[in-house]
């Protein structure tokens, strides 16, 4: 017994890895999911193709993503929302940095507007509850006008606002202080 020991443990080591890897595939494959403007979620498989539109296979079923038709989705872990900058913009993919009583959203814009390379800003826009959108890390903006959209946003929280006051002013200390926010009851 003691010669076939080793194979006996490898073999099933083995037999264990493969079959987490299986599970792993099967929940890998439906982890990302897509809602519609009804709050409907689906469940489905998110693909880009290199220059292509991105869009979701669910049920086998092609859906192109438009933030006209969807409200949220997630790829790879990471959650898109359907925003609309203005009433007189349509609406556009951004990423949900954080989500609750304050969400938290990363725009990337690209500038080509004038000679030269084309440059990209990551602005962060803040919104309490269904509020306007506010410019939040100072891009196209100043770190004045940022700071006084983060106490506007906070003010009902003096805890909050004290660490706003305390922490250097940078994103990880505007996530820090939306994400305590959103967990303070």
Same mark, same amino acid.
């Not at 506010?134 to 004045?144: I, K, R």
């Given at each position: ?11 099933? =080591? ?18 990302? =999911? ?11 498989? =998110? ?9 979701? /296979?669910?049920?086998?079923?092609? /859906? ?11 790829? $790879?872990?990471?959650? =898109? ?7 007189? *913009? ?11 009583? /304050? ?15 084309? *440059? *990209? ?33 906070? /003010?009902? $929280?003096?805890?909050?606002? $004290?660490?706003?006051? *305390? ?19």
């Amino acid at each position: 017994m003691k010669k076939y020991s080793p194979f006996l443990l490898l073999l099933i =080591f083995s037999i264990c890895i493969q079959s987490h890897s299986e599970a792993q595939k099967h929940k890998k494959k439906y982890n990302d =999911f897509l809602v519609n403007n009804n709050n409907d979620t689906l469940r489905g498989r =998110f693909q880009k193709k290199l220059f292509s539109q991105p869009y979701f /296979i669910v049920n086998g079923k092609k /859906i192109l993503l438009s933030p006209a038709s969807y409200s949220a989705y997630s790829a $790879k872990g990471i959650v =898109f929302c359907s925003i609309r900058l203005s009433e007189a *913009t349509d609406p556009q993919w951004m990423e949900c940095l954080e989500n609750g009583r /304050i969400n938290l959203y990363q725009c990337v814009l690209l500038n080509s507007n004038h000679p030269g390379p084309t *440059t *990209t800003n990551v602005v962060w826009l803040a919104q309490k509850r269904g509020g306007p959108l506010l410019n939040v890390n100072g891009v196209l903006s100043s770190e004045a006008v940022a700071k006084e959209n983060m106490r506007r946003l906070i /003010i009902d $929280k003096e805890s909050i606002l $004290k660490k706003l006051d *305390t922490l250097p002013f940078n994103p990880r200390s505007i996530q820090y202080i939306i994400h305590e926010y959103n967990i303070d009851k």
